[in-house]
């Protein structure tokens, strides 16, 4: 099945329509009496962003055939579930810029962020319920503890200089990647699909969100701050050791190695010009791509087991184009 140059966002066109009656769903199920919960919830759902984690169930849905409204709800689910990481996560790295502009634990502190964080768990179980299927709130539960997990693990990562490339593929697999894998899943159980083409649907799920990590990673050394709408070497800042850093310190020369140890252990953010400097001569950063398009390929042979349609074109596009992704 050949993947035509058409760009991401004809392949987001496909499922404008959906998009749409998701965003009434959020929309819907973000009402509370509360009204702290919904100006939070709202000022961070409404940021924007990719929306890869409910696109990818709806691309999956339509590939499998599946017409439903039931996908509509679970794409909310999805996308409540990763928001609330979000939350977290801006808490926990203390971070103050997200998409663009200021993060919510920035605007409206971290209690108000952990906690409508937590409403939007609950809020999202709440949802599955609706579904009537153990085996969706299965899966979705499952997801949801690996990763808490991967954020766990990561935080004992943290400023480890020694971490391998197989323990850095775990955390993102769990943090990242799992959430993905439970989206395109979902779209196969909600079809009724056979095992076979359930596991190929969760196999794209999985490589496609640990491509899309690789690649994010690669953007904190070698993206634009403007474009990407977030501070450069938060990771490094964050001490977080990522597959760039990992792959430098394998290659570099005794005194790189030396260097990269410090700046890792100190979270010293001045010296991110050095940083990628010793990234980029060691090759690490084309390295590290080239993990992305391994990953992307996986995705790109889960993907040629679905039916030949204009969806599944649609997520053939999607893993190719993410190796072009700067932003």
């Known amino acids: 099945m050949a993947v035509s140059s058409s760009s991401t966002a004809a392949t987001l066109a496909l499922i404008a329509d959906d998009m749409q009656e998701v965003d009434k769903v959020i929309a819907a199920r973000l009402a509370s009496s509360v009204p702290l919960v919904g100006q939070v919830a709202s000022y961070i759902i409404s940021a924007g962003g990719k929306r890869l984690r409910p696109a990818l169930l709806l691309l999956t849905a339509g590939a499998l055939g599946y017409c439903d409204t039931q996908r509509f709800n679970l794409a909310a689910v999805v996308e409540f579930i ?11 790295d203390e971070s103050t810029l997200r998409r663009g502009r200021p993060t919510a634990n920035e605007n409206f502190g971290n209690p108000a962020s952990v906690l409508v964080g937590d409403f939007l768990y609950s809020r999202a179980f709440q ?7 153990m085996r969706v709130m299965q899966v979705l539960a499952d997801a949801t503890n690996v990763i808490a997990e991967g954020e766990v693990q990561q935080l004992i990562n943290t400023h480890d200089a020694t971490l391998t490339e197989a323990g850095y593929l775990h955390v993102i697999r769990s943090k990242t990647a799992k959430l993905f894998e439970a989206s ?20 794209y799920g999985q490589a496609l969100g640990t491509a899309f990590q690789v690649i994010d990673d690669v953007l904190d050394y070698d993206g634009d701050a403007a474009e990407m709408g977030k501070n450069l070497g938060d990771d490094l ?19 790189q190695r030396a260097l990269l140890q410090d700046v890792i252990q100190t979270g010293a953010a001045d010296r991110l010009a050095d940083v990628v ?33 204009s969806y599944t074109k649609g997520l053939l596009q999607l893993a190719a184009q993410l190796l072009d992704r700067r932003t």
């Open 184 to 203: 395109a899943r979902l779209a196969a159980i909600l079809a009724g699909s056979p095992p076979h083409l359930e596991q190929a649907c969760a196999e």
């Open 127 to 133: 949802m599955m319920v609706d579904t009537g299927s």
């Open 237 to 255: 800042r964050e001490g977080k050791v990522t597959l760039p850093l990992i792959i430098a310190m394998q290659r570099g020369t005794p005194e």
């Open 277 to 309: 400097a010793i990234i980029r001569q060691t090759g690490a950063l084309q390295a590290t791509r080239s993990a992305a398009a391994a990953q992307a390929q996986l995705a790109l042979n889960a993907a040629a087991q679905l039916p030949d349609n």
């Open 82 to 92: 990763h928001t609330a990481t979000l939350l977290h996560d801006d808490v926990v």
